[in-house]
C-alpha cells in the first residue's frame, strides 16, 4: 500500500528534488518502534495523502540548487568509499565523500555501520549519487508519558500516534534527566535514539521540559488573529513509521478549526478547544508554507499536512545554532528536515514560515 501511494501522489516532488522513482519505506518493520494504536497509520495517510494533492501543480517546480536529497533503505555493504543499500527490489550504491560522517547512538565513522541498520542517507545538492551523511536507526519520541517503571517510560504521542515504549540506558539517564527531571506520567518528554524492534533507546533529550504538565497548559495569548507575513520560531522532525518515505510536509500547530484536524477529531477535542501554548495564526491542511531553515538559508515550500497536537504544548527554544525568537512552529517529515539542511540528532533548527512564497 505504500509502495502504490508513493508512486501515485509522492513521485512528482521526489522527481523535483531529483530522486529516482521507487525506494523503502523509512520506519516501521522489524527494526521499528511498535504502536499500540491501530489507527495511527491508516488516519495519517488519509491526511498526508489529501494535503499533498493540495501541492500536485507545485510539486513540479524545480527545487533550489541547495537543496539536500535523501534516501532510505537497509545497508547491504558498505566500505569507506561506498555505502549500499536495498531490499527485493534492488540495491543503490552511493559513493561517500572523503568527510562523510554517520551516526547510529553516537557519531562514527561509516566504515563502522553494520548491514542490516536501516539508513537515511543525505546527498549533496549538487550530487545526487554522493552521500555526506549517514543516520542509522535512528527514531523519536515526542509526548506525553502516560505510565513508567524502573525499566521503561510509556509515551502517548497523540490520538493518530498512539503509544511507543521509550527505554532510557543508564549511561543516557543524567543527561535526559537534566532537561526532564520530571520523568513522570502527565509530564512532557522529546528524545532521539535508536529503534529497536519494540521500543526506543532513549539517547539524546532535545530541548528542556517544560516545568507544568500537559494538561495544565497556560496559553501566552488566544490563538488565531490576523497572519503576519512571517513566523519565527523553532521547527522540529517526527518519527516516519507511519508515512510513506520521502513525503514532503509539515504539521502546523493551529489548524483553523473550520477546517478540522484530525488528531482533535480521534481525541473528541471540540474544534478550537486543544490546547496550546503559543498564539499562531490559524492556516488550514493543504497551505503551502515556505519554511526556511535560518541555520543553513535553505529554504523551499512544503505543504501543511496536518497539526503538531504534541509540539503546541512545548514551551521551549531551539539552539541548534542560535536561540529561536519562539518554540515550536512547525513539525516536519524527515525528508523535508534533512532537505533543508537539518541535522537528524540535533532535532531542531530555527525556522521562519511564510505563506505560498
Known amino acids: 500500500m505504500r509502495r502504490l501511494l508513493k508512486a501515485a501522489i509522492f513521485q512528482p516532488q521526489q522527481v523535483a528534488m531529483g530522486l529516482a522513482p521507487g525506494g523503502k519505506t523509512a520506519g516501521g518493520g522489524a527494526g521499528g518502534p511498535s504502536r499500540t494504536n491501530g489507527v495511527a497509520g491508516n488516519g495519517r495517510r488519509a491526511v498526508v495523502l489529501q494535503s499533498s494533492l493540495a501541492l500536485q501543480a507545485s510539486a513540479a517546480t524545480p527545487a533550489p540548487a541547495n537543496l539536500y536529497r535523501t534516501v532510505t533503505g537497509r545497508i547491504i555493504d558498505v566500505s569507506p568509499q561506498v555505502i549500499a543499500i536495498g531490499d527485493g527490489g534492488g540495491e543503490r550504491r552511493f559513493a561517500l565523500t572523503a568527510s562523510a560522517t554517520a551516526w547510529r547512538g553516537a557519531p562514527l565513522d561509516p566504515a563502522s555501520l553494520r548491514t542490516g541498520d536501516e539508513a537515511i542517507i543525505r546527498l549533496l545538492p549538487s550530487h545526487p549519487g554522493v552521500a555526506d551523511r549517514i543516520w542509522a536507526n535512528i527514531g523519536r519520541v515526542t509526548g506525553r508519558i502516560t505510565d513508567c517503571d524502573s525499566a521503561s517510560i ?11 515504549r521509550v527505554v532510557i ?14 520523568l513522570r506520567p502527565g509530564y512532557l518528554i522529546d528524545v532521539i535514539g535508536i529503534r529497536r ?28 488573529g490576523r497572519l503576519s507575513d512571517a513566523i519565527a520560531g523553532s521547527a522540529i522532525w517526527h518519527d516516519s513509521a507511519d508515512e510513506p518515505y520521502g513525503v514532503l510536509g509539515v504539521s502546523y500547530p493551529a489548524i483553523d478549526p473550520a477546517a478540522g484536524c484530525a488528531e482533535d477529531s480521534a481525541a473528541d477535542i471540540v474544534p478550537g478547544q486543544a490546547p496550546t501554548f503559543r498564539q499562531l495564526p490559524y492556516l488550514a491542511v493543504g497551505t503551502a508554507l515556505n519554511v526556511r531553515n ?29 536561540n529561536s525568537p519562539r518554540g515550536r512552529i512547525a513539525d516536519l517529515t524527515v525528508a523535508s528536515f534533512v532537505a533543508l539542511g537539518g541535522c537528524l540528532e540535533d532535532g531542531c533548527f530555527s525556522a521562519t514560515l511564510t505563506i505560498g512564497r
Request: charged share 25%; proline share 10%.
Open 294 to 322: 535560518e541555520c543553513t538559508g535553505i529554504a523551499w515550500m512544503l505543504p501543511v499536512t496536518g497539526c503538531a497536537p504534541m509540539a503546541r504544548l512545548f514551551n521551549d527554544r531551539c539552539v541548534a545554532c542560535a
Open 169 to 182: 540506558p543508564r549511561n543516557a539517564s543524567g543527561r535526559i534527566q537534566v532537561r526532564f527531571p520530571n
Open 197 to 224: 524492534r519494540d521500543y526506543l533507546e532513549g539517547l539524546i533529550p532535545v530541548n528542556p521540559q517544560p516545568p507544568y504538565r500537559s494538561d495544565r497548559v497556560v496559553a501566552d495569548r488566544a490563538g488565531g
Open 154 to 164: 510509556l509515551v502517548d504521542e497523540g490520538a493518530t500516534r498512539g503509544q511507543r
